[in-house]
């Protein structure tokens, strides 16, 4: 029965990519093409989700900043690589990948149940276990809002990552501010949605976020990459206009 429905599926998702190869949209992690993506978000974003891999504009943002740059996707560099709190697209791209050692980690591992392949690993952000100058590269997205000693953690993520190494760390910003808005005192979910933005979220980051993440040591790259793009790829990609990359080195 199994078997029957992947061949369907294969046999549908064949058609679609041949139908919508030049009009619609393309996820790079799982290949496929579509007539747009799904729409997702608390506030409905539209052309925002991948259907089959589950996708996120910022993660095919990612992918694509990444590819030109020739670094963690579509190259054979051999690198050690830290995933906090692991994306299930980006994941399920590199987990076999033979040049990367990967360390997907969590400090609740057991909420990964869905994840297929490495286990999680056991860790705290702000303690971690690994020795200093141990990574080539970090992926850390949507953390650091969950973490109330953010400093502690940046400067935790900048002894890990070696000299010349590089990490992509997004975080939700509004750009309306340019003091980054916390309270510690907020601790009800209810309030903490009305106050940040999201039950667990502890601060809600302004423009200043940069300005922290180089108090921790890092050279910081702010990237407003939507704007590099045509309106083509913006569509085909599925790219958020004002969501920005937070590319660092050591
Ligand atoms: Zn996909």
């Known amino acids: ?50 259907p089959v891999c589950k996708s996120l504009e910022r993660h095919r943002m990612i992918y694509l900043f990444l590819k030109e ?13 830290l995933h906090v709190a692991p994306e299930k697209c980006i994941y399920d791209k590199i987990k076999y990948s033979k040049h990367i050692e990967y360390f997907p980690l969590d400090l609740y591992p057991d909420y990964y149940y869905y994840l297929n392949g490495p286990d999680l690993i056991k860790g705290d952000i702000t303690d971690l276990q690994f020795e200093d100058e141990k990574f080539d590269f970090i992926f850390c997205n949507h953390v650091l809002e969950h973490i109330p000693d953010d400093t502690k953690a940046m400067s935790e993520l900048f002894r890990v990552l070696k000299k010349d190494g ?27 949605e009305k106050a940040f933005g999201q039950d667990d979220h502890v601060r809600l980051y302004g423009k200043d976020y ?22 083509r790829d913006r569509f085909k990609y599925g790219i958020l206009e004002n969501e920005w990359i937070y590319f660092v080195e050591k």
């Open 1 to 50: 029965m199994r078997k029957i429905l992947d061949k369907n599926l294969q046999f549908i998702t064949r058609k679609l990519n041949y139908r919508y190869k030049f009009s619609g949209v393309y996820c790079p992690y799982c290949k496929n093409y579509f007539k747009t993506f799904g729409d997702f978000g608390a506030s409905i974003r539209h052309n925002a989700q991948c």
């Open 69 to 81: 740059k020739g670094l963690v996707f579509e190259t054979s560099k051999t690198i050690d690589l």
């Open 166 to 192: 590089n990490a992509v760390l997004l975080v939700p910003i509004d750009k309306q501010l340019s003091e980054t808005y916390e309270d510690f005192s907020i601790t009800d979910p209810i309030e903490r």
């Open 210 to 231: 940069v300005d922290r993440l180089a108090a921790a040591g890092f050279k910081v790259s702010a990237i407003d990459y939507w704007n590099t793009l045509s309106q």
